[in-house]
């Protein structure tokens, strides 16, 4: 609580950077999850579509 | 899943633009705090995350009333998709929090009401998606789900209102700080206009995130379909 006694702005730029580093590296991870699970499931969807169209 | 449809289209290019133009002006234009210095440029998106957060679970509660009465599973996929969506923009609010907190609180966690109801809201969510993973019957998942979602959503007024209602060191933006609040400061014009309109951007991601979940949602559910006629048609 020291930074309330001083006059100029506490140095916290590195807690800023870790701050918005947390923010877009989830929000990164969590597009590509999106592009993975999409990507697969569309795979399974032509096999599973193949195999359909081998039945009839 | 047919192709992208053009309104998606236009929805994904609008939101890396406009999330390129936050930033810009979160690092950029909004003034450097007097006092908490640059850490406190962190507050634009994790307020903004925060507010996603609870927005999905607020679409997830709407989504579960809207699957009970018409029982369309479209509507069960807009719940799991918004509730999805909301854990990790939770995820991330508190963990950006966090790291805000380190320097200005001094420590990275405390139990104060707000960081354990957002704690709270949380681990009922995650429960939603673990206890629907274990649900086979697609029916049955979905109203189980759809219950879930309109009593979990109680747990997000109580977390909106868990930094005004009790003692807690978490300040607020909207309504009065409780006195032992820290970390609270005056908001310039400028840093005003840079939190409505990261407020915004958030809104139109949020949109678009949604509405490509919602379309893988409804690929799955494809899969799944063919999957059963498949195991039918092998019996």
Same mark, same amino acid.
């Given at each position: 609580?020291?930074?309330?006694?001083?006059?100029?702005?506490?140095?916290?730029?590195?807690?800023?950077?870790?701050?918005?580093?947390?923010?877009?590296?989830?929000?990164?991870?969590?597009?590509?999850?999106?592009?993975?699970?999409?990507?697969?499931?569309?795979?399974?969807?032509?096999?599973?579509?193949?195999?359909?169209?081998?039945?009839? | 899943?047919?192709?992208?449809?053009? %309104?998606?289209?236009?929805?994904? #290019?609008?939101? #890396?633009?406009?999330?390129?133009?936050?930033?810009?002006?979160?690092?950029?234009?909004?003034?450097?705090?007097?006092?908490?210095?640059?850490?406190?440029r962190?507050?634009?998106?994790?307020?903004?995350?925060?507010?996603?957060?609870?927005?999905?679970?607020?679409?997830?509660?709407v989504?579960?009333?809207a699957?009970?009465?018409?029982?369309?599973?479209?509507?069960?996929?807009?719940?799991?998709?918004?509730?999805?969506?909301?854990?990790?923009?939770?995820?991330?609010?508190?963990?950006?929090?966090? #790291?805000?907190?380190?320097?200005?609180?001094?420590?990275?966690?405390?139990?104060?009401?707000?960081?354990?109801?957002?704690?709270?809201?949380?681990?009922?969510?995650?429960?939603?998606?673990?206890?629907?993973?274990?649900?086979?019957?697609?029916?049955?998942?979905?109203?189980?789900?759809?219950?879930?979602?309109?009593?979990?959503?109680?747990?997000?007024?109580?977390?909106?209102?868990?930094?005004?209602?009790?003692?807690?060191?978490h300040?607020?933006?909207?309504?009065t700080n409780?006195?032992?609040?820290? %970390?609270?400061f005056?908001?310039?014009?400028?840093?005003?206009?840079?939190?409505?309109?990261?407020?915004?951007?958030f809104?139109?991601?949020?949109?678009?995130?949604?509405?490509?979940?919602?379309?893988?949602?409804?690929?799955?559910?494809?899969?799944?379909?063919?999957?059963?006629?498949?195991?039918?048609?092998?019996?």
């Amino acid at each position: 609580m020291l930074f309330l006694l001083q006059e100029a702005p506490a140095e916290t730029t590195n807690y800023m950077i870790a701050g918005y580093t947390v923010i877009f590296g989830v929000i990164l991870l969590y597009l590509l999850s999106l592009y993975i699970r999409q990507r697969n499931l569309k795979q399974d969807l032509e096999i599973l579509e193949e195999d359909k169209q081998d039945l009839k | 899943m047919g192709p992208k449809p053009i %309104g998606l289209k236009i929805l994904d #290019i609008l939101s #890396i633009v406009l999330l390129l133009i936050a930033t810009w002006m979160v690092f950029f234009y909004a003034p450097t705090e007097a006092v908490m210095g640059n850490v406190q440029r962190v507050f634009y998106f994790h307020v903004s995350t925060a507010w996603i957060g609870m927005l999905s679970f607020l679409v997830a509660a709407v989504a579960g009333i809207a699957y009970l009465v018409s029982k369309k599973t479209s509507w069960d996929i807009v719940e799991v998709s918004a509730v999805e969506i909301g854990i990790v923009f939770s995820l991330i609010a508190v963990a950006s929090g966090s #790291i805000w907190a380190r320097p200005i609180w001094n420590t990275w966690w405390t139990w104060d009401p707000r960081l354990t109801t957002v704690t709270i809201m949380i681990l009922i969510y995650a429960a939603y998606l673990l206890l629907r993973a274990g649900i086979d019957d697609p029916g049955r998942r979905a109203r189980f789900g759809a219950v879930y979602a309109i009593l979990g959503f109680l747990s997000v007024p109580l977390t909106f209102f868990s930094a005004r209602l009790y003692r807690t060191i978490h300040p607020v933006v909207i309504g009065t700080n409780q006195p032992g609040a820290t %970390g609270a400061f005056d908001m310039t014009s400028d840093m005003r206009m840079v939190f409505f309109f990261s407020l915004f951007v958030f809104t139109l991601f949020f949109a678009d995130l949604l509405w490509h979940r919602i379309r893988m949602g409804h690929l799955q559910e494809r899969v799944e379909e063919l999957k059963l006629q498949a195991s039918e048609g092998t019996d």
